[in-house]
Nanobody
């Protein structure tokens, strides 16, 4: 099992930036692909971005492509989500998780060891 702790959320104006971090401890972090998801009030949890174990492949939801960047530092057991040009519709709780299933990167069902989440609020 991996323990994940997200940080870096907050309140920002539209057009601003935030950088989320997800610190991992436990089983070997560098063996797994990682993902970021988000959940807004009254909505289902949705895929945001994913990164392969080596960092060589990244995937993004269409809604964030070109604005968000996922990266990882395996030496620090940390995954990052750089969020630029934020929009009010990006407001949500953001979660990181481990792709233990090794399957579809966009599917929450392939992930486990979810963190507690960090709130991102974008004002208009």
């Amino acid at each position: 099992q991996v323990q994940l702790v997200e940080s870096g959320g907050g309140l920002v104006q539209a057009g601003g930036s935030l950088r989320l971090s997800c610190a991992a401890s436990g089983r070997t972090f560098s063996r797994y692909s990682m993902g970021w998801f988000r959940q807004a009030p009254g909505k289902e949890r949705e895929f945001v971005a994913a990164i392969s174990w080596s960092g060589g492949r990244t995937y993004y939801a269409d809604s964030v492509k070109g604005r968000f960047t996922i990266s990882r530092d395996n030496a620090k057991n940390t995954v990052y989500l750089q969020m630029d040009f934020l929009k009010p519709e990006d407001t949500a709780v953001y979660y990181c998780a481990v792709n233990v299933g090794g399957g579809a990167y966009w599917s929450p069902g392939e992930y486990a060891d979810w963190g507690q989440g960090t709130q991102v609020t974008v004002s208009s």
